[in-house]
């Protein structure tokens, strides 16, 4: 591109400052340079939209309002036999749905005769020639006072229905209980009158419900209570004769069998408490004379008169003892009788504690055997209850039959009673809040809104055919796309002429065969100077190493390959190289057209040895450049570029000039081309400005590879620079309108 640095030198960041901006302007340069596309597909669209909503017919809505009143005060409980409409949100949407259901649309096409109405009825429509004429009588209708005789099939009154029902809308007002009903016709008259009448029938069909609910729940429960009352006194009977028969007599909500029961297990408590604390006693005596006790501290012991008295005279003849051994000794005759009598003491305290003994066992087993008595007389109560229970399960489920038949009797009897007294009171579970009226202005078309939705459908459709015709674009347009898609560096971009001129000096251009001219008869023009880029990013391709042969070739014919060549190799010798440029274009022999020579010898008469180089070079009057061509009548062998002749040729020229630029055949058409590719020092891929196909392009560079050509990169030819100023951000071409004033052309 004009202005652009070669690629080595620069990082694609360099041209890219960001992905995420670049892609963004890259958008919008896309939808700039399809406004055309986006423009048109929108404003056809458009008019689409306009065309259509001024052709349709004007339709009228009209609204009511009605209010589902959960707040009405009855005279008798009727909701113990039919419950009112509920306040919740599912009963106030399911009495939307009655109010467009075919039921209640039936009833008012009945009412109203729309099945005579030519609006909802098509069979009563004109046809034929006159039919624009008398469509007029469309918006005539029973209502408005036309009556027609017509036999109407069940079809067709089925149909009429059915276009009833989808002109009419009910809606819930926000979270209220109101509810709006509206009817959408051709007539702002008939819209009204349906609405009131939907409303209307809405109510009546409300009180009829309840009406014939009432009815048939007082025949229904007239019969039913005279049967539950035979039922109550039958299964009552039945429970008394089952409790006689059974001993099954209660008092106090209890059979005579428990209260015996209960006596019982209190005095066999106590009972067992008293064994219990005998037993006791028995255990602790025992325990005391196992431990070697006398006896005297057992617990019975120690509270007997007997004992008390006898440990009295014991402490007494003790004392006693020990006086007389303290006076006489031990030998002396009283002494002897004290201790005889201390020991008839012991004796006696031994005796007295057996006693005691032998009544506590006799007093513990007492409680023994009163405790069994009375446990044996439980089990006894026991056992009759078990047997009252047995029986109790036939009288519970007698007694569960008599009240579940009472209560049900009971719960009848007040609801026939209810019921009686509210039938001819019932009320509607909603009101007419407000009736329609007729509307003045048309519901449809909106055209306000059409035009909006419209705008917004063809700016949608005119950006999804941008998006789509960039999607199908296959071809490269930008350096981005260059290394993006093709994986090799961006070299530059080669204008077409007439895009770098001033719109008022594009007729003054040279023909497309002298184009070749312009880079000398211009050399400050932005057309020149993208030759002069191309030179500067092909000759530093390769870093460090010099760049002598370059073969200049592209995918396709019609790519600008030798229009490129001429020009590259006049800026060379412009710029003071020694340049020769070499036709080896086998077929075309594009540059002998294009510079308007014919040679008798050419480049296969040097290589055949017929000629010298020095005979086949021809000399460039307007860059002193030299060129190597193709004479007319020159033979071609079938091989000529993979022989030793084609190398010491290439050798010579090394020698000689300072550069050599080669014209070749495409890639894909000519295998010739890559015979050159792997002899030169460098490789320039031309592609044709969003004309190459990018497969083409990948598959040359593919071929390429194959033979180790070493390929400085691509370049961009015949770019249009005004259309690659609106192309996309991040390319060389984008900036051309901020530096094209350097240019004089």
Known sequence: MVGSLPQTLSAPAAVEPARGSSDIHRTIAAFRRRVGLIGGVALLVLSAVVIFTFQQTPRYTATAELILDPQKQHVANINEVMSDLGTDSTAIDTEVQILKSRSLAERVVAEQKLDQDPEFNPSLQPTGPLANLLSL??????????????????????????????????????????????????????????????????????????????????????????????????????????????????????????????????????????????????????????????????????????????????????????????????????????????????????????????????????????????????????????????????????????????????????????TSASQGLEQSDARVVSLAKVPDAPSYPKKGSNFAIGLIIALAAGFGAAFLAEALDSGIATAEDVERFLDVAYLGSIPSLGSTLERSTIGAAPAPSKIIDFVVEKPLSSFSEAFRNLRASVLFSKVGREVQVIVITSSLPGEGKTTTSIAMARTMALAGGRVVLVDCDLRQRGINRMLATESTVGLLEVLNGAATLDEALVHDTHSDAMVLPLARASHTPKDVFGTEAMRRLLTELRRRFDTVVIDTAPVLAVADTRVLASLADVVVLLVRWRKTARKAAEASLKLLTSVNAYVAGAAMSQVDLRAQARYGYGDPGYYYRSYKKYYTQ
Do not use: C
């Open 137 to 418: 009588g469309r918006k005539a209708s029973p209502i408005n006072g036309e009556i027609r005789n017509h036999a109407v099939t069940r079809r067709e009154h089925q149909g009429v229905v059915d276009r009833v029902m989808a002109d009419v809308t009910a809606r819930r007002l926000a979270l209220t209980y109101v509810i709006q009903l509206s009817f959408t016709s051709v007539s702002p008259a008939k819209a009204a009158t349906l609405a009131n009448a939907f409303a209307n029938g809405y109510l009546i069909q409300q009180l009829d419900a309840k009406f014939d609910a009432t009815r048939q729940a007082n025949e229904w429960l007239n019969g039913k209570v005279a049967d539950l009352r035979q039922q109550v006194s039958d299964a009552e009977t039945a429970v008394e004769q089952y409790k006689i028969a059974n001993n099954l007599m209660s008092a106090n909500g209890q059979s005579l069998t428990e209260q015996e029961i209960s006596t019982l297990d209190q005095q066999l408590a106590q009972t067992r408490a008293q064994q219990a604390e005998q037993e006791a006693r028995l255990d602790t005596a025992k325990s005391q004379l196992a431990r070697g006790s006398t006896g005297e501290d057992v617990g019975e012991a120690m509270t007997s008169p007997v004992i008390q008295t006898l440990q009295a005279q014991r402490a007494a003849q003790t004392q006693k003892i020990a006086d007389l051994e303290g006076r006489y000794g031990e030998r002396n005759p009283e002494l002897l009788k004290a201790k005889r009598e201390l020991a008839d003491v012991d004796v006696q305290m031994k005796s007295e504690i057996q006693r005691i003994i032998s009544g506590l066992e006799a007093q513990t087993q007492v409680a023994r055997q009163r405790t069994a008595s009375m446990e044996a007389s439980v089990a006894l109560s026991k056992g009759a209850l078990v047997g009252n229970n047995r029986a109790s399960i036939r009288l519970n489920e007698l007694t569960r039959n008599a009240d579940s038949a009472k209560t049900l009797y009971e719960s009848l009897l007040n609801r026939f009673k209810e």
